[in-house]
């Protein structure tokens, strides 16, 4: 068994601050969608909120290694996450 620990602080609606024993990271999005951002590694989740599937992808953080075919959707993704950001913000 390990120890773990975890603490979210909400900057504003769909932005939060997380610390852990492992350092800082920010999360942008909500249900459905979340981007976590940590050490130049982007973390994006995509999911079907109630159902527990979700699909996860990271990126960035090793320059030997590049990752040219995940560019486009990195794109596609800021996009959409923008446009969630500014549901989210337009409905509360």
């Known amino acids: 068994m390990s120890l773990r620990f975890r603490k979210r602080i909400k900057i504003f609606p769909g932005v939060w601050f997380n610390l852990s024993k492992s350092?800082?990271?920010t999360s942008i999005g909500g249900k459905g969608l979340t981007v976590n951002l940590k050490d130049g590694k982007t973390k994006t989740t995509v999911g079907i909120p109630g159902s527990g599937l979700s699909y996860s992808e990271t990126s960035g953080g090793n320059p030997e290694k590049p990752t040219s075919?995940?560019?486009?959707?990195q794109v596609w993704l800021w996009a959409l996450i923008l446009v969630v950001i500014a549901l989210i913000l337009i409905l509360k």
């Open 69 to 73: 075919e995940s560019k486009p959707i």
């Open 23 to 25: 350092g800082i990271s």
